[in-house]
T-cell receptor
């Protein structure tokens, strides 16, 4: 079984600043993948970044990076140089056996100009 | 082509109607999914098809009936729905059905049951 928890229902950031979204997870599996998805008002879920649990190195994708703390079961997303287009709902998710994604409750990110 | 295409984008149906949602992908993915999403909530998994066979049914009511005619297509047949079934229905696909479930999502069908 896997659980994913996002404790920040809403966050806000000024344009060009940095913001960190938190996520914790719990799983009984030894091998798993973690993901951050973005869902803007257009509705489409877009993959932002992924992390394989067996990799020590934190994933980075342009302005997006993760802080993966395996022992603490923490998987936070850092957005640098925030842009207005980053405003969206962000979901943390874990990949489990049999093709099932488990999502957190989501964090609504507002970007102020 | 990295798209998952869903049709229609919007659907309004009465409780006695029968309708179908369609999903198509041409990425060679072997796993396809239906999710239901209420406003400001995470997607809830409904069904998983792996290699065209139903592998997960998350105790979904029988008024929702999935179908996978081939590896590129996924349908969701709707019959005798209730107003509480109004939601965004998302289709997704991934390379496989294992732990590497990096899913690509369609834009969804906004369903309203009246």
């Amino acid at each position: 079984a896997q659980t994913v928890t996002q404790s920040q229902p809403e966050m806000s950031v000024q344009e060009a600043e940095t913001v960190t979204l938190s996520c914790t997870y719990d799983t009984s599996e030894s091998d798993y993948y973690l993901f951050w998805y973005k869902q803007p008002p257009s509705r489409q879920m877009i993959l932002v970044i992924r992390q394989e649990a067996y990799k020590q190195q934190n994933a980075t994708e342009n302005r997006f990076s993760v802080n993966f703390q395996k022992a603490a079961k923490s998987f936070s997303l850092k957005i640098s140089d925030s842009q207005l287009g980053d405003a969206a709902m962000y979901f943390c998710a874990g990949g489990t056996s049999y093709g099932k994604l488990t999502f957190g409750q989501g964090t609504i990110l507002t970007v102020h100009p | 082509d990295t798209e998952v295409t869903q049709t229609p984008k919007h659907l309004v149906m009465g409780m006695t109607n029968k309708k179908s949602l369609k999903c198509e992908q041409h990425m060679g993915h072997r796993a396809m999914y239906w999710y239901k999403q209420k406003a400001k909530k995470p997607p809830e998994l409904m069904f998983v098809y792996s290699y065209e066979k139903l592998s997960i049914n998350e105790s979904v009511p029988s008024r929702f009936s999935p179908e996978c005619p081939n590896s590129s297509l996924l349908n969701l047949h709707l019959h005798a729905l209730q107003p509480e079934d109004s939601a965004l229905y998302l289709c997704a696909s991934s390379r496989g059905g294992g732990k590497d479930t990096e899913a690509f999502f369609g834009q969804g069908t906004r369903l309203t049951v009246v």
